[in-house]
């Protein structure tokens, strides 16, 4: 798998060079190209990258901290992209958020490398607790911020959980797209997901109460 570019890292170090954007691209595609032959996370040590990308290993390590952020960042650059909220309204930013969610499951299902890499990841609590800080959780703080703004705004009732609701937006998805290999992922989902759930918490209009 050929990694077309490399993404900036939320709170990372500074990219001062010109060529900085090849030599990273090289680095993470070295990393791909040692799982693609078959070497586990666990065996892939920064010298092997180094010499694999054709880089010396403090060009690395003036890049990230250790292989557990060189990890995370291929995998970020292997999944789809993080999408751009429209912001027009609670909706439309939630059926954004769970597309996403099923453009990464739909890729997990057609890559049998990527499926292998989270699995070794899982495996390993510094490389999974690695990727939940720099990928899952800004995530889960994206739509929690998005679901503020829709209470604050009027478009939920004042009452509702938000943390509550935030996993039955989310937990449908993540069910299909990870737990049920075989459940169907078809376009109309994050759609169908949202106007079910938004139908129990948007407020209720004086006519109707």
Known sequence: MSLVGSRPRPGGPARGRPRSEAVERAILEGVMKLLEDGVPLAELSIERVARTAGVGKATIY?????KEELFVDVVR???????????TSLRDDL????????????????????HNVYAQ????PKIWAAYHTAVIEPRRVLTMEV?????RDGELRPDVDLELAND????????????????????????HIVDTVLQGLRPVSPAAA
């Open 77 to 87: 650059a292997a999944e789809p992209p993080d999408p751009e909220l429209p912001g």
């Open 121 to 124: 990841m899982k495996s390993s």
């Open 168 to 191: 039955m937006f989310v937990g449908p998805m993540l069910v299909r797209a990870v737990m049920r290999p075989d459940a169907d992922l078809p376009e109309h989902l994050p759609e």
């Open 95 to 114: 059926v954004v958020l769970l597309e996403s969610l099923r453009r990464r499951g739909l890729a997990t299902r057609s890559s049998a490398l990527l």
């Open 147 to 151: 679901l503020r703004r829709a209470q």
């Open 62 to 66: 003036r890049r990230w901290s250790g």
